[in-house]
Nanobody, 122 residues
Framework: QVQLVESGGGMVQAGGSLRLSCAAS??????MGWFRQAPGKEREFVAA?????????LYADSVKGRFTISKDDASKTLYLEMSGLQPEDTARYYC????????????????WGQGTQVTVTS
């Protein structure tokens, strides 16, 4: 089993930055990622990283160049550095993990945290 706990959300003005963290416990998963869900919208992929194989990462086009996913192996913590935040980035952000290679579909992830809210004001 993999347990995930997110932190670091909050309210920020447009153009600002936030860093989300996801503390993982239990056994390690092959891939960890971030998803987000805004009210009335489906959950969407943000970024993912391979935990073991060379830290290969993947980003949604909407966040490429603004968000950076990273990990700390020693503490089993996943991060999402977000800069240039815009009101359309407002959502609840979820940490997720799966056994197997990187995927963008949320239904391919077996383990989920409770999420952390990010609100960007204009």
């Amino acid at each position: 089993q993999v347990q995930l706990v997110e932190s670091g959300g909050g309210m920020v003005q447009a153009g600002g930055s936030l860093r989300l963290s996801c503390a993982a416990s239990g056994r390690a998963a092959d891939t960890m990622g971030w998803f987000r869900q805004a009210p009335g919208k489906e959950r969407e992929f943000v970024a993912a990283i391979g935990w073991f194989w060379g830290s290969y990462s993947l980003y949604a086009d909407s966040v490429k160049g603004r968000f950076t996913i990273s990990k700390d192996d020693a503490s089993k913590t996943l991060y999402l550095e977000m800069s240039g935040l815009q009101p359309e980035d407002t959502a609840r952000y979820y940490c997720a993990a799966r056994d197997g290679p990187l995927r963008q579909a949320s239904d391919e992830y077996e383990y989920w945290g409770q999420g952390t809210q990010v609100t960007v004001t204009s």
